[in-house]
């Protein structure tokens, strides 16, 4: 990396057009690039799980969002690009000319979507997260992981037969990086390292547990790379977290902030949820 964009040197290794891999024991990879986020909705994680579409709408989400102040707003918009940073993503945005695959939230609330197909058809399909009321986690990370397992399994569904080659890791390594950025038409800027592009990526510690060993980089970091083995995230050759901290904010007063905000949200909108735990 030279300044803002990406350079060169021998010490570094391209295996895939978003993925360098270091002689230092790190993995460096182009930031994630979640297409579909409520950054308001972070402060309704949790209020409308397991309940049927008509309750989630007339019964949690529309007096949780009509109760809404400008603050809550606020708030809620730091605590998700929180969120969203420790998960590896730098820019949000949604965009209506491309697909946005949101695998969690589709599966809790719509089912499944033929992505095989569209991909088969040249159509670019990239990765987000929806809504915390709709999803829990604004993890793109954990949506490569779904996105796999669930278009594998759904060729069951649709063909009868299972089909494990479905959407591969390269495919979806490639919705969570260079097809996000093509979605925002940003794919001259960022997506990939190529030189001359913004310098954006994400520095991975391949050695915890939950990624030792590695035989294959692409297929780990799609089936075991977990949000706590992103240490770092640069965006336009600025660090926006380094050593998993996040550089220009107070993530412990924003939490705070959110659980005052939140609770107070709730009661105003009179939104009472079942007790399904016994607290002493």
């Given amino acids: 990396m030279n300044g803002a964009t990406v350079d060169m040197n021998n010490s570094q290794l391209i295996l895939h057009n978003a993925l360098i891999a270091t002689m230092d024991t790190e993995l460096r990879l182009a930031r994630l690039i979640n297409t579909h986020v409520h ?67 589709a599966m809790r609330m719509l089912g499944f979507a033929p992505i095989r197909e569209m991909l088969d058809a040249n159509i670019c399909v990239s990765l987000g997260t929806d809504g915390a009321p709709s999803n829990n ?52 800027d960022i997506g990939s390292f190529q030189v001359g592009k913004k310098a954006d990526m994400i520095v991975i510690n391949p050695s915890s547990w939950s990624m030792v060993p590695i035989h294959d980089c692409i297929s780990s970091l799609v089936y075991c790379l977990r949000t706590e083995n992103i240490v770092s995230v640069m965006c336009n050759g600025r660090w926006i977290m380094k050593n998993q901290k996040i550089m220009n904010v107070d993530e412990v007063e924003i939490i705070s902030m959110a659980k005052r905000a939140s609770a107070q949200l709730l009661k105003r909108a009179g939104i009472q949820l079942p007790q399904r735990m016994n607290f002493v």
Wanted: with cysteine; glycine share 6%.
């Fill in 39 to 105: 950054t308001s909705q972070q402060l309704a994680r949790g209020i409308a799980d397991d309940v049927d579409l008509l309750t989630w709408l007339h019964h949690r989400i529309w007096p949780y969002e009509s109760n809404m102040t400008e603050e809550d707003s606020y708030i809620s918009t730091l605590l998700c690009g929180i969120e969203l940073i420790h998960s590896g993503i730098g820019y949000l945005c949604r965009c209506g000319v491309k697909v946005s695959h949101c695998p969690a939230a």
């Fill in 137 to 188: 986690r604004m993890s793109i990370v954990d949506e490569m992981y779904v996105a796999s397992l669930i278009n594998k399994g759904r060729e069951v569904y649709a063909n009868g037969t299972t089909n494990p080659t479905a959407l591969p890791a390269q495919s979806i390594l490639n919705m969570a990086t260079l097809n996000g950025a093509k979605a925002l038409l940003w794919d001259n």
